[in-house]
C-alpha cells in the first residue's frame, strides 16, 4: 500500500519533473544567442547585393555563401573549368604544382626570366606600367601558381598582389588575364577562345568594310574625275568653235 | 552671269554635333594613338603633345565622357522628329537617313557607273555612303563609350562581369576604335575632301548650305522632291559670310593633316604594337 502509494507520487513527480525538464529543453534555443550572430557568412538582403555576381564572392567579407563555386570558370579555357592564372601557361602546366617551379632547370641561375618565358615577358604590365616579373612572382624559389602557399594563387592573388596597385582588387578583378595570347593566335584559339572568336569578328568587320569602301570610293572618284576632264574638254572645244566663229564675223566686219 | 542660288542642308544643331564630334574624335584619336604607340617614337611624340602617359588617359576619359553626353544628347533631338503615328513611312521614307533596299540597288547602279555601264543613279536626300558614315559612327559610338566606361571602372565592371571579360573588353576597344580611325581618316577624308566634286572641301557641314547647281547634280531625286512639295523656296537661303568662311577652311584643314598624320604614322608604326 505504501510503496504503491510512495511509488505513485513519486512517478507523479517524476513525471513532472521530466515534463518541465523536456518543455525547457525546447524553450532554451529561444533564449541562447543566434548561432549567426558570430559569423560573416549569414545573408541577409544587404548582404547579398553586396556580392559580386561574377564569383559569388562577397566584395567586403571575404567569405564564400553556401553552394557556390570557389573559382571563376571560363568556357573553353580549361578542361576543368577552373580559370588557369595565364592561358599560355598551358604548355608548362606539368610544373603547375610545385613549391620550387624551376627546380631542376640546368643553368637556372644565370639565365633570366624572358629567356624562356619570352611571349610572357611582353605584356601590358610590364611595358607601360613597366613593371618586373619579380614584383609579381616573387623571389626564388618561385612557386608554381597552383602551389597552395604562392601569392599568385588564385584564392589570395587578388589581395596579396593585385591590391598592391588596384586599391579594392577583388578575387573576380583579378582574373584578368594577364599574359593573354595574341588575339588572332592558334594560342588564342586554344586557351582563350573567346577572345579569339571577337577577334575574328573584328577583323571581319574591319576588313569588310575597308574592302569595299576604300576601293569603292576610290573608283567612285575616278570615274568624277574622267567625267569632269571629259567636260571640259568638251566645254573647251564649245569655247574654240565660239571664238573661231566670232573671228569669222569681226573678219567679215572689217 | 547669275549668282548662285543656296539652300539648307544642314541645321545648326546637326553642324554643332559634327563639330563636337570632329574635336572629341580627333582628341580621342590622338590620345589613344598616343598610348597604344608609346613604345616607338610617334607615340612618344604625341604623349608628349598631350602632356605625358597619364594625362593622356585623363584628356581622353574626359573627352570620352563629352562624347557620351553628346552622343545621348543626339538621340534626345531625335525623337521628337520621329513621328510615332505615322512610323514606318517617317523611318523608311526618303527623309529618313534609316537605309532602305533602294540604297542598295543604288549601291550596285552606282558601282557599275564607276565601271563606265549605265547611269549614275538619283540619290535622294542622303545617299547610302552618307548613310553609312551616319550609322557606322551610331554603332561605334555605344560600344565604344559604354567598354571605355568598363575599362575606367574596372572593379565595378568586374562585380557583375567576370575578370576575363576585361580581355575582351580592352580588345574591342582598342579594335573599334582601329576600325572607326581608318574609316574616318580614309574614306571619310577621300569623300569629304579628295573626290573631285568636293575638293578641297566639302563645305556643306560647315556652313550648313550647297547650292542649287550643286543639289540638282548630286540629289537629283531631293531636289525634285522639294519642288513637287513645293518646298524649295523656303529652303533657299545665303551664302556663308567670308571671315566664317576662312575660320572654317582653315579649321577643317587642321583637322585633315592632322587625321593624316596620325593615319600615315599610325601605319608606319603599326608593325610595332599590339593590339593587345
Known sequence: MRETYLGSGYDDMKKRISVVWILTLLASPMFFPSSGFSQGGEETRQRSLLRERSTGYYQQYEVRPRNQRALLEVPGLTPGGLISYSPTGAVVRVRARLKDSHMGIRFYGSSRCEECHVAQAINLHTVRARITCRQCHGDEPIPSIGHYYSPLNPIRRHAYLCAKCHEGASISYSSYIIHEPVAGSQLAKENFPVLYYTSGFMVLLLGGTLAFFVPHSFMVGFRELIEKVKSKRSESRKGVEKGREGGESEEEEV | ?276
Request: some cysteine; glycine content about 8%; proline content about 5%.
Open chain 2, 1 to 276: 552671269m547669275t549668282s548662285p542660288v543656296y539652300i539648307t542642308r544642314f541645321t545648326k544643331g546637326e553642324r554643332l554635333f559634327h563639330l563636337c564630334l570632329m574635336l572629341t574624335f580627333l582628341i580621342q584619336s590622338g590620345t589613344g594613338f598616343s598610348r597604344l604607340f608609346l613604345t616607338t617614337s610617334f607615340g612618344r611624340t604625341l604623349t608628349a603633345l598631350f602632356g605625358g602617359y597619364e594625362r593622356a588617359l585623363l584628356i581622353h576619359q574626359w573627352s570620352g565622357v563629352v562624347m557620351i553626353i553628346a552622343f545621348l544628347l543626339h538621340v534626345v533631338t531625335l525623337l521628337p522628329k520621329i513621328e510615332w503615328k505615322n512610323l514606318l513611312p517617317t523611318i523608311f521614307g526618303p527623309d529618313s537617313i534609316v537605309p532602305n533596299f533602294r540604297d542598295v540597288q543604288q549601291i550596285w547602279r552606282k558601282t557599275l557607273w564607276t565601271f563606265g555601264i549605265g547611269e549614275m543613279p538619283k540619290f535622294d536626300r542622303w545617299a547610302y555612303w552618307e548613310k553609312f558614315d551616319y550609322w557606322a559612327v551610331f554603332w561605334g559610338m555605344p560600344l565604344l563609350g559604354v567598354t571605355g566606361l568598363m575599362l575606367i571602372f574596372p572593379l565595378t565592371t568586374t562585380t557583375f562581369l567576370p575578370g576575363w571579360a576585361l580581355n575582351i573588353i580592352a580588345f574591342l576597344h582598342r579594335a573599334e576604335a582601329i576600325l572607326a580611325i581608318s574609316y574616318i581618316f580614309i574614306v571619310h577624308f577621300f569623300i569629304g575632301h579628295l573626290r573631285p566634286a568636293s575638293f578641297p572641301m566639302n563645305e556643306a557641314m560647315f556652313s550648313g548650305v550647297m547650292t542649287l547647281e550643286e543639289a540638282e547634280e548630286e540629289k537629283p531625286a531631293w531636289v525634285e522632291r522639294l519642288k513637287s512639295e513645293g518646298k524649295l523656296e523656303g529652303m533657299k537661303t545665303t551664302p556663308p559670310a567670308s571671315w566664317y568662311r576662312k575660320i572654317y577652311y582653315v579649321f577643317g584643314c587642321l583637322a585633315l593633316s592632322f587625321g593624316i598624320y596620325l593615319l600615315i604614322n599610325g601605319l608606319i608604326f603599326s608593325r610595332y604594337v599590339n593590339l593587345h
